[in-house]
């Protein structure tokens, strides 16, 4: 009879049939996958050790935990290194809006009277009362001053994952558990792969995807990430030793809002100069930049990150999940809403079936901090769908999306601007053909077909602009323009919908069957 073997995916222990694949233990445990993207096996190794160990992960009755050491020698992480084990079982002895404090237990420190300045999720020890019988280990949550009885050096590492567990906590909770956490350099051979066919071995470690908490402060960085990750996954474009980083949005200018040190895990964005729009993950620590906003850090699966190659896929969840009303009916966004507990308010057509074409709030973080957001809904007739050939135009739908903001929401937008004959041209409010090229690509060869949609390439003045004709022509593109200055990057699957609008209308439009292809 076969025996079993127990392997550890996104930190679970689970058991396993000798001979079970990689894709038997994604199953079997029900964890997060996508088709596609790249998984982390990392091997048993007996080389295994503890020393120079910088991370700790802290169990606890309402969840876990990782803590980060800081680099420079202290008496405080001297203490933590030789006595971590002692702290096992302390309790939860009091909550603030500031901080957390487990203990008391006893110590040798030095406390100092006076106040301390700290940052967010900051560990120290602290004697209370000035009485090192008394310490506990405070765990900050904001920045702020107190005088804790805290030794010289204040702070001794930080908290570099699991954060939101600490605003679970509560006076019943202790300390259950607390492990060194033993990286994937440190513990030897490792695997990125696609190919879920892989045989598992005893004692091997499975990683899937990484979870991001997206920090308060970046409510439009976020917005900004969502879209690099519109997939689910994060594309490796580019591995250093201190980043790895996602092009998706390069040329995209986000907003900065966020001056913080780019610690281990942290997700970050390029908001000025060259590379601006790419988004990146810190594998090293670096300091604060002011070309560089921070929106968010990885909780769970840097692992995965640390094995990173460019050109595979990463699969990434969020916390918060975004919040895209866009395209939905009301009905169905009163659904999503519900769990958050956010209060819908409608503008425009405000029947049931109406289609959401904007949000008030724009963004997720806002719409959960004000508990409310107000949605604008079209009829159906006010919106078309359109059907675009990445395969046959990349270039000129790398222009589009981001011209009619297809790059951000499900739901872009062509003002129409002209009207004769069979032709309508559309010019979009954001002028991408600054900063995005339109060369030559998918021009029509003997005719234009009825609903196609054109776009003016660089051979022309009028490069940008956008067109669709509601008849066939053997002579001239959709905007008007000679073939050769004719970009055709797709059709609009509903044409009779156009005869709804009036020049000087906006047009909705929703992008069905992405990625396919079309003959000429």
Known sequence: MDG???????????????????????????SPYQEGVSVGILKRSEMEQEENVVEYRIVTTSGEFIIDLFEKHSPSKEQWINRFRE????????????????????????????KGAYKEYELLFAAGGGDPQNTHLIITKARHSAEYGAPLEGAF??????????DNLEKKDRILEIKPVISWKQTGEHLLTTDLTIPLEDGEKVFT????????????GAEHFFAVIRSGTFKVDMVSSSFISDHA??????????????????????????????????????????????????????????????GHRLLVHTTPPQIMLH???????????????????????????????????????????????????????????IELYDNDAPMTLDFFRHAIGLQ?????????????????????????ERYKEILPENTPKKMVVSGEIGVTNQAAKRMGMIGVKTKDDDLFGPTGEKFISTNI???????????????????????RNRGDTHEQ
């Not at 110590?107 to 009277?113: F, G, T």
Request: net charge negative.
């Open 249 to 310: 949005l390069l040329g995209e200018l986000p907003v900065y809002e966020n001056y913080e040190p780019r610690t281990r895990g942290t997700v970050f964005l390029r908001t000025v100069g060259y590379g601006a729009g790419k988004a990146f993950i810190s594998t090293d620590d670096r300091t604060s930049s002011i070309l560089h906003s921070v929106i968010g850090h990885v909780e769970q699966g840097m692992e995965l990150v640390g094995m990173a190659e460019i």
């Open 209 to 220: 995807f990484l979870n991001v908490m997206l920090s308060a402060e970046s409510p439009h």
């Open 408 to 432: 951000f929401r499900p739901v872009g937008i062509m003002p129409l601007i002209m009207m004769y004959e069979n032709t309508y041209i559309f010019k979009a409010e954001k002028p991408a």
């Open 327 to 385: 395209g939905k009916s009301f009905l169905e966004a009163e659904e999503e809403l519900a769990p958050y507990g956010v209060k819908l308010i409608r503008e425009g057509d405000i029947a049931d079936e109406a289609l959401i074409v904007s949000q008030e709030p724009d963004t997720t973080i806002e719409i959960l901090r004000e508990g409310s957001v107000k949605a604008t809904g079209v009829d159906d007739s006010k919106i078309v769908s």
């Open 157 to 166: 590492g930080k908290v570099v994952s699991g954060k939101s567990v600490l």
């Open 489 to 511: 990057i797709g059709r609009i699957l509903d044409i009779q919908k156009l005869q709804n609008f009036k020049e000087g209308d906006k047009v909705y439009v929703i992008e």
């Open 87 to 114: 702290y096992i079982d302390i309790p939860l002895r009091w909550i603030s809006r500031d901080a957390v404090a487990f203990g008391p237990f006893v110590s040798e420190m030095a406390p100092k009277r006076e």
């Open 4 to 30: 079993q073997i127990t392997v550890e995916i996104n930190g679970i222990e689970i058991k396993l049939p000798e001979r079970s694949t990689l894709g038997d233990a994604i199953r079997v445990s029900g």
